[in-house]
Every structure is written in structure tokens, then in C-alpha cells.
């Protein structure tokens, strides 16, 4: 197809109103389970949050205000594929912007992005250098948010998207060269468009660092690969790993093995819902104990309210299956497999077990996942979680600076 073939529309986001009286409806009819002996959430989230979160979901959080925050910047949606593809957009002012697509993970959203996309695209009103200004382009995954439905497109997974997105920014968008960055499943889609496109972009910046083929394999649903751990480990080490494995073992599994099964409960339930993506956020971000620390209840529902009023649940939780049931291939068999030069961030409540943030670099570098990146900016910070750009953003936006300045 031709660029002329694809109609971008503008687009403004609304939620109806009939959506938002069937929420509270829903959530006021909420049969709430027991959760007896929970206090310190060993078993899960704890029911008495979550009754607080739906009382002022019901009676205090405003959508309307958020839909407003959010409709600020450009908006667009376009077929591409059979895929309808959303987009926020905000123009650089520097005097030559380069494009930058910045693809989100999960359980985050297009909006986990905003606190970012400002400075990027104009670091001169942020006392940055006009220089390294940005053209910046935030789509909602395919079945996330207001990228849906995707009834002809069940198989999308992240090597899928990478495609999209080549053909949004070079026949839609109609650029030659552009940059991107990502976190979670977004690094995941950035490196493969830094392997399978590296002509045409300047580099990429990623929050991990992840192999391409983190999701192949016939146990791809056990984060722990059925490794028992060594007798030999010390005692603070093991803890460690265990306490990654609980972090994200349960996510993996059903994420891979039975999302579908999941989404019935999810689709029907606003709390099921929060529930479970609230797990991620409060598990994953450095919270310090508290998730108001990095998310604010307004913060939380409005992540939610993306994920509920376009029913993506279910689309979006099947990306992980998606990458097993239709794993990576490459497409040349070249060295490292992601040519682009490449920026990557690392933060402290991430390290391994018994890595420091002062070791976390040469760590990585002594891995064999540095062997799939070609490395030109790599920083560990000691503070943040796995929502990097929304926990640490001042931080985030220096370090992809740095990554483009050479390879502008």
C-alpha cells in the first residue's frame, strides 16, 4: 500500500456516557470476596484498598477531567493492515526534531508515557538543548486502549507490532529515518524494529534488555525455567531470587498459558480488573510500600479507566501467549542481531540478586544478552521501578537524549 492508501484521522477521546453509568453500576454491585487473613497481602491485593479505590472511583474520580488532560495533545487513529492503530502525538519545536515512536508495555498504558512526551519534544522550555528535540509519537498498542478491536488481528504479538509501527512511520507518517524507545513488551518491539529496520533508524533507547527470544520455547510460561536453586546460594541471595520469582512467576504463567480464561472474569468485573493489573503496578514500581508513592488514585484509575472502556483487557494480556504461540524468527543471522546503536536503562529495584546498581552495567555487559545489542549508552540509577519513564522521568528523558546525540 501507498501512504496515500492509509486515511489518518484525527481523533479526540471520548468515553460515552452509557459506558461510564455501566461501570458504576457495575462497581457498586460488586460481590466482594472475603479475603480473610490478607492484612499483610500474602495472598494478594488487599480487599480493604481496593474498597477504598471503588469508593472513589465511584464517588470522587473524574474521567471528564482526564479525558481533557489527555485530549491536549494530537490525536489520531488509522487502519493499517486491519489494524486500528491510536496515537498521540506531540511536535517537536527544536530546529530539526527527529521522529520518535515510544511503544508502552503491559499493564501500562499510551499514558504511562505523558510526564515524558513535553520535554522530549521541546527541551528548551525544560532548560534542555533545542537540539535534542523530538517529533514524539505514543501509540496505544494494538488491543490496548483505544487501538481496538482487533477481531481480524487475534494473533498480534510484539515482533507483529514492530511491523505496524515500520509502516506507520514510514508510509503513514512518511518519514525516511526515525528513533524509538520502549519499556517491558514496548523494549521488546523497539529492538526488534533496532533488528529487522536498522537502515532506517537513527538508534534505540530501551528500558531492558531483553533477548528477542525471551518468549520461545516450550517453558516460556515459567520464569524460573524449572532451575532449583543451589544449596550453595547465601541466604540474602536466595531471598532475592524468590522474591523475583513471586514478583512475576503468576503474571508469566497465566499471561502465556490460559489469558483467555482470565478475561471473562476481568471483561465482567471493573474491580476483577483493577485488581489484577493493580498486582503489576504495586509489585513492579519502587513504591517504597506505598503504591500512592508513584500512582495516585487518580493516577491508577485513569491507567484503568483505558484498559476498561475499550474492553482491551482480554487483547491486551494475550500478547504474551501471542509471542509463544507464534515466537520469533529472525531476519538475518548478522551480529549483534539488534545492529541499531542502542541506549539502554537500568534501574535499582530491578537489579538481580546480588547486583549492585555500581555493578549492574558491567553485569549485563558480562551476560549473553549483551551479545544481541549493540551498546552505545547504557546507565543503571539507583532509584525506580518497571514503569521507568513514569517513576523516574527526568531521568529517562536524559538518558535517551544522550543515546541520539550521536546519532542524530
Known sequence: MTAASYVLEPYSIHVPDEVLDDLKHRLRATRWPLDAGNEDGFYGVKRSYLQELADYWIHKYDWRKAERAINAYEHYRVNIDGVPVHFMRKPGTGSSPIPLILSHGWPWTFWHWSKVI????????????????????????????????????????????????????????????????????????????GHKYSDELYAIHIGSALKLDFFSGERAWDYAAGRPIPDTVPGPIRTGILELDRRFASHLAVHVLDPGTLAYGLSDSPIGMLA?????????????????????????????????????????????????????????????????????TFVGYENPPGVTTEGRVQNFLDSERASWYNPVNITAHEEGGHFIPWEIPELWVEDLRRTFRGCR
Not at 162 to 190: N, P, Q, S
Not at 285 to 312: C, P, Q, R
Not at 320 to 341: D, F, K, L, Q, T
Open 118 to 193: 513535553d520535554p522530549l519534544a521541546d527541551p528548551a522550555a525544560f532548560g534542555g538543548d533545542p537540539a535534542d528535540a523530538f517529533d514524539v509519537i505514543v501509540p496505544s498498542l494494538p488491543g490496548f486502549g483505544f487501538s481496538a478491536p482487533i477481531p481480524g488481528r487475534p494473533d498480534m504479538n510484539f515482533w507483529k507490532i514492530a511491523d505496524l509501527w515500520h509502516t506507520l512511520m514510514t508510509e503513514v507518517l512518511g518519514h525516511t529515518k526515525y528513533a524509538a524507545g520502549g519499556c517491558d513488551v514496548g523494549a521488546l518491539v523497539t529492538g526488534q524494529l
Open 276 to 344: 489484577w493489573i493493580l498486582e503489576r503496578w504495586t509489585r513492579w514500581s519502587d513504591n517504597k510500600g506505598n503504591i500512592e508513592n508513584v500512582f495516585s488514585k487518580d493516577d491508577i484509575l485513569t491507567h484503568a479507566m483505558i484498559f476498561w472502556a475499550n474492553n482491551t483487557i482480554e487483547t491486551s494480556m494475550r500478547i504474551y501467549a501471542n509471542a509463544n504461540r507464534y515466537p520469533w524468527a529472525p531476519s538475518h543471522s548478522r551480529r549483534p542481531a539488534i545492529e541499531s546503536p542502542a541506549g539502554i
